[in-house]
């Protein structure tokens, strides 16, 4: 049996690429890192791995009850010592936040949703 090492990617399926990549990039920082002339899709690099998160735009409606959708969530790791800091830029840029802690790790969480309606959440060991 092979070893898993890691997230290789996650693929959101977007209504509007340009303001979903705007989110993942300018909000939370992610890098583009697929060329330019890529058509139809856009993929994200999180942190300093080769992981990347490809959007693919044109789909349909998604259901409201979150637990309906394909998608629950996507966490990313902040350092432990950006959490407030974070926390505030985000409440100052008007984002509806939601807090969670989990529930057998000592990790403590932020959620917040992209401009689709997927729950992000950056998520820092408790100090």
């Given amino acids: 049996m092979a070893t898993v090492k890691g997230l ?3 693929v959101i399926l ?3 690429l340009d303001k979903s990549v705007s989110f993942y990039q300018d909000i939370l920082g992610l890098r583009v890192m697929s060329p ?3 058509q139809g899709a856009s993929f994200l690099q ?3 791995s080769n992981n990347g998160v490809p959007q693919h735009e044109g789909s349909g409606s998604f259901p409201q009850d979150r637990m309906q959708r394909p998608l629950h969530h996507i966490g ?10 974070e926390r505030q830029r985000l409440e100052t840029l008007g984002y509806q936040l939601r ?6 790790l000592p990790l403590r969480g932020i ?8 729950e992000v ?3 820092a060991p408790k100090s």
């Avoid at 959620?111 to 309606?117: H, K, R, S, T, V």
Wanted: hydrophobic share 35%; charged share 35%.
């Fill in 46 to 48: 999180a942190g300093e």
């Fill in 111 to 118: 959620y917040l949703d992209d401009p689709d309606g997927n």
């Fill in 99 to 104: 807090f969670g802690e989990h529930p057998f």
């Fill in 121 to 123: 959440e950056l998520i």
């Fill in 8 to 10: 290789t990617e996650v």
């Fill in 14 to 16: 977007v209504h509007d």
């Fill in 36 to 38: 330019p002339d890529v």
């Fill in 76 to 85: 990313f790791e902040i350092d432990a010592d950006d959490y407030e800091a």
